[in-house]
């Protein structure tokens, strides 16, 4: 059983950066994947990026990799999100997750309660 509670959330403008946390306050994260998918307003739940704990292999959504950097943390229980040059498109709740599905969600049983990032113009 993993519990997760994200972190870091918030009001940035067009073209700043936010980190994201992600702390298993119950559990840890070895042998899985932790990744973010994030909600849009009025939009799907979509893959933002994922890590392979064992061997720190990263995944990325393809229209983000390039400004999305997602790292373990010094812990087996963090790891964070590093969003930079944010667009509005970019506003979301974000959410952490664990399992072993690269980015399939429904091969992610833990979810974190979310985080909100509003990018303004």
């Known amino acids: 059983q993993v519990e997760l509670v994200e972190s870091g959330g918030g009001l940035v403008q067009a073209g700043g950066s936010l980190r994201l946390f992600c702390l298993a306050s119950r559990g840890t994260f070895d042998n899985y994947f932790v990744a973010w998918f994030r909600r849009p307003p009025e939009k799907e739940r979509e893959f933002v990026a994922a890590?392979?704990?064992?061997?720190?292999?990263?995944y990325y959504a393809d229209s983000l990799q390039g400004r999305f950097t997602i790292s373990r943390g010094s812990a087996n229980n963090a790891m964070y999100l590093q969003m930079d040059r944010l667009n509005i498109e970019d506003t979301a709740i974000y959410y952490c997750?664990?399992?072993?599905?690269?980015?399939?969600?429904?091969?992610?049983?833990?979810w974190g309660q979310g985080t909100r990032v509003t990018v303004s113009s």
């Open positions: 997750a664990v399992g072993s599905g690269e980015s399939y969600s429904q091969s992610y049983p833990y």
């Open positions: 890590i392979q704990w064992a061997n720190v292999k990263k």
